[in-house]
Nanobody, 120 residues
Framework: QVQLVESGGGLVQAGGSLRLSCAASGSIFSIDAMGWYRQAPGKQRELVAR???????NYADSVKGRFTISRDNAKNTAYLDMNSLKPEDTAVYYC??????????????WGQGTQVTVSS
């Protein structure tokens, strides 16, 4: 019932910028936190950035100072502004949302992912 739809991925040159968006829709009681994860071929999925309902943020060391996560709680939408992109940022980026179902059960949702490719 809940869908997370990512958009904004694509091909960009090193040093460029992209903005990823993640919109949550469907039947959900509330969303406590939203975040972005990424997974490169042959590597484990890793946390990129996360933001809570109260605005607290957490970033991977590799993206600090370059990426910024934001959230529109009313729209249940998260954004990831990526600047000074590097080839090592190339990965599939997945949106994540943690919240409460209509039965007030804690649940985690994942988007299908959007490809970000950074060329040298």
């Amino acid at each position: 019932q809940v869908q997370l739809v990512e958009s904004g991925g694509g091909l960009v040159q090193a040093g460029g910028s992209l903005r990823l968006s993640c919109a949550a829709s469907g039947s959900i009681f509330s969303i406590d936190a939203m975040g972005w994860y990424r997974q490169a071929p042959g590597k484990q999925r890793e946390l990129v950035a996360r933001i809570t309902n109260g605005g607290s943020t957490n970033y991977a060391d590799s993206v600090k100072g370059r990426f910024t996560i934001s959230r529109d709680n009313a729209k249940n939408t998260a954004y990831l502004d990526m600047n000074s992109l590097k080839p090592e940022d190339t990965a599939v980026y997945y949106c994540n949302a943690a919240g409460l179902s209509l039965h007030l059960k804690g649940i985690v949702y994942w988007g299908q992912g959007t490809q970000v490719t950074v060329s040298s």
